[in-house]
Structures are given as structure tokens and as C-alpha cells.
């Protein structure tokens, strides 16, 4: 997956250097949506080409591109695109590791936030709440999954199940600003993509999920140039600064 040096090289020129406009088809997961959104105008800019953006879990995503789906560039979790290139969905020796992203809590602006620095503060914290948003575990996105199983081991699934807000996909503290729930618990760059909201800050450590999100490219890929360009504009400079934003990392530190 560490390839980043290598997408470089082969997109060196790329995003201002072919000649033919173009559409690049991406699929992209949960948390990496804004940061694809927010640097598309500026691709498109600079490349002349367009950027055809849809947003799935991906679980959902993953379904998707193995029922034969067509794309040019999916950015999912690395488990997901080693399957499909296992199943030659996507073309061996294209993935990148792109960024990482934590879980953390939100509640919506001016509400007071409640203490989650320890486990056990946490854990008050979800059984004190009215109604607590996250990923439906089901539609197979990574920050629902692991909160579920989070739950389950911290002995409150029940409790917490029974004032749950599931949301099959998209931005889970849009939820808070609805008034729908109290707390939200999702990526920390997904939260900080919804006006109206505040982000409490992340799980404590010991129970703290790292999610890194991958791009490869497709192997029937009708764009794989293209795709190379913007692989390479992820991680270059335009990707760094909008990832700090965004509350993201680079994938290795």
C-alpha cells in the first residue's frame, strides 16, 4: 500500500498536462468525503476535468464494486480495496494509503459537553444521554461497526441500543443540529464537516478506532490517468493542508 512515491512519479505533469478533457468516476467512504469534496473545485480547476463524486459506507461500497459496479477511483478502507484486488476489481499495485481518521463525540453548539476524557466518563456519558446518533452497524460503516462492538464489551449495548439514533450513511451529527439526539458519535472529520455542532473530542485512547482510508484504481478504469492525477493531488500538498482541516493525518506518522 506504500506506494504514494511511486503514484507521484507516474501522475508527475498529470494534472495540468493531458491534453484531453475527462470524467473521473469516484466511489469514496464515509469519512473521506469532504476531503474529496473539498478539494475537487481545485482539480478541476488546474486538470479541466470533472470529477463525478458518489458517497457510500463502505461496506456498501464494497458490495457495490463486486456486484461489477463501474468506476475509475474507490477510496475505502484498506481491507476493502485488498478484496478487490484480490478479486480484480481494482488494479494490483494502483493502492495508496491516503489518511487516518479517529472517533469522537459531538453535541450541537452551545450544549454543554460532557466529560469523556476517561473510559469510564465516556461511558456515563452515552448512558446520560437522551438519544445517541452513530452509524447504523448494518449499512457497514467502520465508526458504526466498532462502536457497536465498543458497546457490547463495555456491557451497555442494551441500554445504549434502546435510545439509539441509526443513520444508514452520511454525516451522523446532522442529527444533533435536527435535535433527533443528544450525543454523536462518528469520525472526527465527518463532525467537523456539519455547521452546528461541537466537537467534544476524541474516545479516550484505550478504546480509541483509527480508520485509514486507501484509493485504488480501478481495473477496467475508463480514466486510470486521471485517477493517477488525483491520486497524486490527494497526497500532495492541496491533500496535506485540506486532511489538517479536516481533522485527518497522513497514514503514517
Known amino acids: 500500500m506504500r506506494v504514494i512515491a511511486a503514484v507521484l512519479c507516474l501522475a508527475t505533469g498529470l ?5 484531453r478533457a475527462g470524467e473521473l468516476k469516484i466511489l469514496t467512504a464515509g469519512a473521506f468525503k469532504p476531503v474529496v469534496l473539498a478539494l475537487a473545485e481545485d482539480f478541476e480547476r488546474q486538470s479541466g ?3 463525478l463524486i458518489d458517497n457510500d459506507t463502505a461496506g456498501a461500497l464494497s458490495r457495490r464494486i463486486g456486484a461489477g459496479e463501474a468506476f475509475d ?3 475505502v ?3 476493502v480495496i485488498r478484496d478487490l484486488v484480490d478479486k480484480g476489481r481494482i488494479a494490483a499495485g494502483t493502492p495508496v494509503d491516503l489518511a487516518r481518521t ?3 463525540v459531538a453535541v450541537k453548539e452551545g450544549a454543554a459537553k460532557p466529560a469523556i476524557a476517561t473510559v469510564a466518563d465516556f461511558q456515563a456519558a452515552l448512558l446520560a444521554a437522551g438519544k445517541v446518533a452513530y452509524i447504523d452497524p448494518a449499512a ?3 465508526s458504526g461497526i466498532y462502536f457497536a462492538r465498543l458497546i457490547e464489551t463495555m456491557g451497555i449495548a442494551e441500554a445504549v441500543k434502546a435510545k439509539a439514533v441509526l443513520v444508514p450513511g452520511g454525516l451522523v451529527a446532522e442529527k444533533l443540529v435536527t435535535g433527533e439526539a443528544d450525543l454523536a458519535v462518528h469520525q472526527i472529520s465527518e463532525i467537523l464537516a456539519v455547521k452546528g455542532v461541537t466537537l467534544v473530542g476524541p474516545l479516550p485512547a484505550e ?4 480508520t485509514t482510508y486507501s484509493g485504488g484504481i480501478g ?3 475508463a480514466e486510470p490517468e486521471i485517477a493517477k492525477a488525483f491520486l497524486a493531488f490527494l497526497v500532495g500538498e492541496p491533500g496535506r493542508r485540506v486532511l489538517a482541516a479536516r481533522g485527518m493525518e497522513p497514514p503514517f506518522r
Open 77 to 79: 478502507t484498506p481491507g
Open 49 to 51: 476535468h470533472k470529477l
Open 207 to 210: 478504546i480509541q478506532n483509527v
Open 102 to 104: 479517529s472517533i469522537g
Open 219 to 221: 481495473a477496467k478504469a
Open 15 to 19: 494534472v495540468g498536462g493531458l491534453a
Open 140 to 142: 457497514g460503516g467502520s
Open 73 to 75: 477511483l474507490a477510496i
